[in-house]
């Protein structure tokens, strides 16, 4: 039971333009999402969160939108770089979930191409 | 400073081998996390230590054995693995083991595993 989805495997964006990453989940107590960006050869490393009273975040080329009817978010990242090429997962959670875990989508690789 | 340091990067070892991961962070966090993670998947939770004392172990294989030595420090000690152990292990800390935005989880870059 995959509670937290991302469907696209991959996505390949131009340099400058947006990368719209997406993310599904089915349950409904998540309350804190997060996006993580991997390279190879590295661990995840954290890019920005957001809880389930806001709608938006935005942290400089970095923006999360969350449609809490939907059970969606999406990450925006605008203009992309090269440098933005890696594997994105998003990530949920409930606030105050003893242990703090997180469940992890099977991640999206984003290739921006120069 | 957000660095979660594991050591060894790689690790080759045979299915009767005794070994050891380790991972270190000096963020003043009192959480810390064991996570595998196997090609194109998701990190996979193992283990959650909190304030040094096992909060959750996720019904991994007693030949996985977790260890917190003190709040700084977790090891990883592994016995008589299978091959289909083989997979990237990850460490992450967190300011204390609860979910929200003080509590975010930083990576380290991970223990290559590979079992034969």
């Known amino acids: 039971d995959q509670q937290v989805k991302q469907n696209s495997p991959s996505l390949s964006v131009q340099e400058g333009r947006i990368s719209i990453l997406n993310c599904d989940y089915t349950n409904s107590m998540f309350d804190y999402f997060l996006w993580y960006k991997k390279y190879p050869a590295e661990g995840p490393t954290f890019l920005i969160s957001i809880s389930s009273i806001k709608d938006k975040n935005e942290d400089g080329r970095f923006t999360v939108f969350l449609n809490k009817s939907a059970k969606h978010l999406s990450l925006h990242i605008v203009p992309s770089q090269p440098g933005d090429s890696a594997v994105y997962f998003c990530?949920?959670?409930?606030?105050?979930?003893?242990?703090?875990?997180?469940?992890f989508g099977q991640g999206t690789e984003l290739s921006v191409k120069p | 400073d957000t660095e979660v340091t594991q050591t060894p990067k790689h690790l080759v070892m045979g299915m009767t081998n005794k070994k050891s991961l380790k991972c270190e962070q000096h963020m003043g966090h009192r959480a810390m996390y064991w996570y595998k993670q196997k090609a194109k998947k998701p990190p996979e939770l193992m283990f959650v230590y909190s304030y040094e004392k096992l909060s959750i172990n996720e019904s991994v294989p007693s030949r996985f054995s977790p260890e917190c030595p003190n709040s700084s420090l977790l090891n990883l000690h592994l016995h008589a693995l299978q091959p289909e152990d083989s997979a990237l292990y990850l460490c992450a800390s967190s300011s204390r083991g609860l979910a929200g935005d003080k509590n975010i989880q930083y990576f380290g870059a991970g223990t290559r595993l590979s079992v034969l």
């Open positions: 990530a949920a959670s409930v606030i105050g979930w003893q242990g703090g875990k997180l469940i």
